[in-house]
């Protein structure tokens, strides 16, 4: 069995890209199906897919041809998802066995993201994983990566400063438009969505001292919810455009396969401003806004990629602490390629076990029908110790005799390291 991971990330593929490879939490378990169904060498198999990065996290029958393995996905995502293949041509990757651990890992750390050490990648790693035990489509091997890329992720957090002076996207965003507006606390900002990014926002929001929060989102409970939190308004998602206008800054954060800011309703809302400044952060991929709104005068838009650059500006304070997680990620990969070796010849030791205690329950059985026939317990005892001596003994004696024999010194070695045996001069 191999482990294999395969996808395309921020490194390779642009926004419009990973959009459409993209694959919504909804859509996780039918698409874990899907892939199983097609690709039949798959045993398990998991998908992480993020703003960042769409991956396929598999065990497999190793395959005869692996790139003809990688074609295979490469036909699969590109089927599942409706892109042209040539779209991913030199787009995806994959990595095998101890490579593809080591990269699991670097991924589930944030050593592979575009914020160096983000923690919010682990939740959604977590997530994914969840997601593929609901499907059942996790099985014994990718819990082992799992499990073992966790108390990976676990070390580099508690004993390095990987995490520490971590700028997330929603920093980035808030930043940004303190640029842009110099009297930033007067601002109001609406934000669309209620998820954990949208909450991470508003909360920086408060922090940097705005007091007037909008919140639009298709389900109002959870937009009520937010603003109870953090004070606002809630907004039903179909009337945030009648709204619009009375803010400076949007920022949108949702799960939406499709955008859900026009270039109408901005460019109305904009009319209505009197063509004062406009702020708009797409924090969601696919995309919740149009990009033709970024063709709009004085309207600024940022994309994740966009705001990735201010993220960039502090990952020097954090790069020194990528070579003790990176002795983490090789320890783990290690471990785990070792616990491997032992549970794939763990059947070995049960038949061992299984051998002793049938001579055992046998000889026992024998003695105490001695006993029971009135032999002398003394003798019956003396007979049962040499017995199972000599029986229990005698594999390894034939063995350190044919070893000898033959020269066999690798198997010498081993055996006196079995037995705790003194090395003979």
């Avoid at 990976?152 to 929603?170: D, F, L, N, P, V």
């Amino acid at each position: 069995m191999s482990v294999v991971a395969f996808g395309l990330n921020h490194r390779n593929a642009d926004i419009d890209l990973r959009g459409r490879a993209s694959i919504l939490p909804q859509q996780l378990q039918g698409a874990l199906h899907h892939l199983l169904e097609s690709v039949s060498c798959i045993e398990e198999a998991m998908i992480l897919s993020t703003c960042n990065r769409t991956e396929v996290h598999c065990a497999v029958q190793s395959p005869p041809d692996k790139s003809n393995f990688g074609d295979q996905l490469n036909r699969w995502l590109a089927g599942y998802r409706n892109i042209a293949l040539s779209e991913l041509e030199n787009k995806t990757y994959i990595h095998w066995d101890e490579i593809a651990v080591q990269h699991i890992m670097r991924v589930a750390a944030g050593l592979d993201s575009q914020i160096l050490g983000e923690p919010e990648i682990f939740g959604q790693y977590k997530f994914a994983y969840q997601e593929a035990q609901v499907a059942d489509t996790i099985g014994k091997y990718l819990d082992q990566v799992v499990l073992s890329t966790t108390q990976t992720c676990k070390k580099i957090r508690s004993r390095t400063e990987i995490g520490q002076h971590s700028m997330s996207i929603a920093q980035a965003t808030i930043t940004r438009a303190q640029q842009i507006f110099s009297d930033f606390e007067s601002i109001q900002a609406m934000l669309i969505g209620a998820g954990a990014t949208i909450k991470l926002v508003a909360q920086h929001l408060r922090s940097a001292g705005i007091q007037s929060i909008g919140v639009a989102n298709r389900t109002l409970d959870h937009a009520q919810q937010l603003v109870a939190e953090q004070g606002g308004e809630a907004i039903p998602l179909t009337e945030f455009g009648e709204h619009l206008h009375k803010y400076d800054v949007l920022i949108s954060s949702t799960n939406s396969p499709t955008p859900v800011v026009s270039r109408e309703v901005v460019a109305v809302a904009y009319k209505k401003r009197r063509h004062r400044p406009f702020f708009i952060a797409d924090l969601a991929v696919p995309r919740d806004v149009d990009p033709f709104v970024d063709q709009l005068k004085n309207v600024y838009v940022y994309t994740i990629d966009d705001l990735s650059s201010i993220v960039r500006s502090n990952r020097a304070l954090r790069q020194q602490q990528v070579a003790k997680a990176e002795k983490f990620i090789l320890e783990g990969g290690l471990d785990l390629e070792q616990n491997t070796r032992v549970r794939s010849q763990s059947h070995v030791v049960t038949q061992f076990r299984k051998s002793l205690e049938s001579i055992r329950d046998q000889e026992a059985s024998d003695a105490i029908a001695r006993l029971e026939a009135g032999e002398d317990p003394q003798e019956v005892i003396a007979s049962l110790a040499h017995t199972l001596t000599m029986k229990l003994a005698h594999p390894p004696t034939i063995a350190l005799r044919n070893a000898s024999a033959n020269g066999d010194v690798e198997l010498l070695r081993h055996l006196h390291e079995a037995y705790g045996l003194e090395e003979c001069h």
